[in-house]
């Protein structure tokens, strides 16, 4: 197998993420695979293994003629068959096949709102799914979504895996004191909830006066990021709370951190709690996606209903109050990503899967 991983953007997303993590993960298991990024490049750039070849297509529009060929040229110098999309890029992935129809198509479908599937267009992702030879959904749900409503039929759950960073960038501080740092790695968007994290934050921040909050990921300039903005400030909570945007060097930031925590509506598989295993940070997290399902509730870490406050807010004074509870969730957290989620032996599945 010879396979191109193909994503619209590097930017700092978990299907970005994801798209370098198996570039490296291949590559480190012997196999011939390259990275073909289509519209914009970004911090996960630096991620990508330098002897994994590479290509930014910097496509003009949906639909360019002249890029398109660029990466045909570049599949066929490689002597590439298989095409591994990474979200949107399917689109781009069955024009390549039209053009070449020796190409096989994966499809890595990281739909991040897949507590609302009736939300989701089915129109023209059914058509193009006729094109696929098979299907990664990121969640069971989204497994039985694409059961249900796509024509391509087959279909194989693989977890998210995190590999250490390839980078020794130390670029981020994060403020505060050590050991009293609660991390939320997550985009700002409406789908993360920030908004919900912000509430319990100003709930329980009396009680915790030295720890501190941090939230790091792509501020959009929008409007959710104005309520974000908005809140911190008119609760007063500028000392507590702190925005980074975008990091290159999550790596470190985790290093800094001592509990990570999601407030999201909506997930896939986060990433970012994979990645918080590598260190051994306690997590508490939104019962939504496929976190149920790698995350045992008070034994490998804490679970609260979606959209939950008060559940939220205990949650975090339970690992608040505890170095001895943040320490044993981190470590049992730990163990249960090496043993059931590494990438080692989600390689060897869609190694084994790309066989039949």
Request: one cysteine or more.
């Amino acid at each position: 197998m010879r396979i191109l991983q193909l994503i619209d953007t590097l930017e700092t997303g978990g299907a970005e993420r994801m798209a370098v993590n198996y570039a490296n993960a291949l590559h480190q298991a012997g196999d011939f695979v390259a990275l073909a990024v289509t519209r914009k490049e970004g911090p996960l750039r630096a991620e990508l293994h330098p002897e994994v070849p590479y290509l930014f297509v910097q496509k003009k529009g949906t639909i360019d003629g002249a890029a398109l060929f660029r990466v045909r040229a570049f599949c066929k110098r490689h002597k590439i068959d298989w095409i591994h999309a990474h979200s949107s890029s399917f689109f781009w992935a069955v024009l390549l096949k039209f053009t070449w129809p020796r190409l096989q198509i994966i499809w890595h479908d990281h739909y991040g709102l897949s507590e609302f599937p009736e939300a989701r267009p089915l129109y023209p992702l059914r058509f193009f799914s006729l094109f696929f030879w098979g299907i990664l959904p990121v969640n069971h749900k989204l497994a039985a979504w694409s059961q249900q409503r796509l024509w391509c039929k087959n279909i194989q759950y693989l977890p998210n895996f995190s590999l250490p960073s390839i980078q020794e960038q130390k670029v981020t501080l994060l403020h505060g004191g050590a050991g009293k740092r609660v991390l939320n790695l997550a985009n700002w968007r409406p789908q993360k909830n920030q908004l919900l994290l912000l509430e319990a934050i100003r709930q329980i921040h009396n009680a915790f006066p030295d720890w501190t909050f941090h939230l790091v990921g792509k501020d959009f300039n929008d409007e959710y990021a104005a309520k974000i903005t908005t809140f911190i400030h008119d609760n007063q909570l500028e000392t507590v709370v702190f925005g980074y945007g975008a990091c290159p060097d999550t790596d470190w930031i985790f290093q800094q951190s001592d509990l990570l925590v999601l407030s999201s509506d909506s997930e896939g598989l986060p990433v970012s709690l994979l990645e918080a295993a590598q260190y051994g940070l306690p997590v508490v997290a939104t019962a939504v996606g496929e976190i149920p399902s790698i995350i045992h509730s008070g034994e490998t870490g804490l679970l609260v209903p979606q959209g939950d406050v008060s559940a939220l807010a205990s949650a975090l004074t339970t690992l608040m109050a505890s170095e001895e509870k943040r320490q044993a969730y981190g470590t049992a957290w730990h163990h249960a990503v090496k043993e059931n989620y590494s990438a080692t032996a989600m390689i060897q599945r869609y190694k084994n899967w790309t066989r039949v």
